[in-house]
């Protein structure tokens, strides 16, 4: 049997895509790394699910730890490097996200908690909001490390807010006792 060499190039091309997607996970579809890298960090996937408001697709979430667990009061409490990534699925405005997120953190803190944690929540408020729009696709990294928050947005720093209380509280919009859905809190602690 003879082999031509388009041939040849074209399964070598078809063979090097499958090993580079070895170390991802797929999703409802969409593909999710395996490991992300914070800094000198190197994060694993602890689990991965999509946001659904009604019957439409709003993103994909991905949590990444050092080590995998099903604790959400672990992850939400801890001070390692953590990091969740929204991959949009749609359009979205920042300023419907943001209001999204600040719901999502006055039904995880009490009214004390969410009085004290008001400054930060709008700090926080204004970095996604340097992107006025967000298209499908675009990519948000909220980075968790000791008590700091950062906000990276289409691949661009976009800042930081330094507080333990907001930074738990923000996590607990998708790990608390009120998640913004339950079924993605599952899929993220990998039930899902």
């Known amino acids: 049997m003879k082999f031509n060499a388009s041939f040849l ?19 409802d579809g969409h593909t999710v790394p395996d490991t992300l890298q914070v800094g000198n960090t190197p994060l694993i996937l602890n689990g991965a699910g999509i946001r659904k408001k009604v019957v439409f697709d709003v993103y994909l979430a991905a949590l990444y730890t050092d080590k995998k667990t099903d604790k959400a009061q672990a992850l939400i409490d801890s001070t390692a490097p953590r990091a969740l ?4 699925l749609r359009d979205i405005d920042s300023a419907d996200l943001a209001d999204a997120l600040n719901e999502g953190l006055r039904d995880n803190t009490s009214k004390s908690q ?3 944690i008001q400054p930060h929540a709008r700090q926080f408020a204004g970095l996604l909001l340097k992107q006025k729009s967000l298209k499908r696709g675009s990519v948000i990294d909220l980075i968790f490390s000791g008590s700091r928050v950062s906000v990276s947005a289409l691949g661009t720093q976009q800042g930081a807010v330094d507080d333990a209380d907001f930074a738990h509280a923000l996590l607990a919009v ?19």
């Open 114 to 116: 969410w009085q004290a």
């Open 174 to 192: 998708w790990l608390g006792n009120d998640p913004a859905q339950s079924s993605l809190k599952r899929a993220l602690l990998g039930a899902g």
């Open 85 to 88: 990534r929204l991959v949009l």
């Open 9 to 27: 190039a074209a399964a070598l091309v078809a063979l090097s895509a499958l090993t580079l997607d070895a170390s991802a996970r797929t999703v």
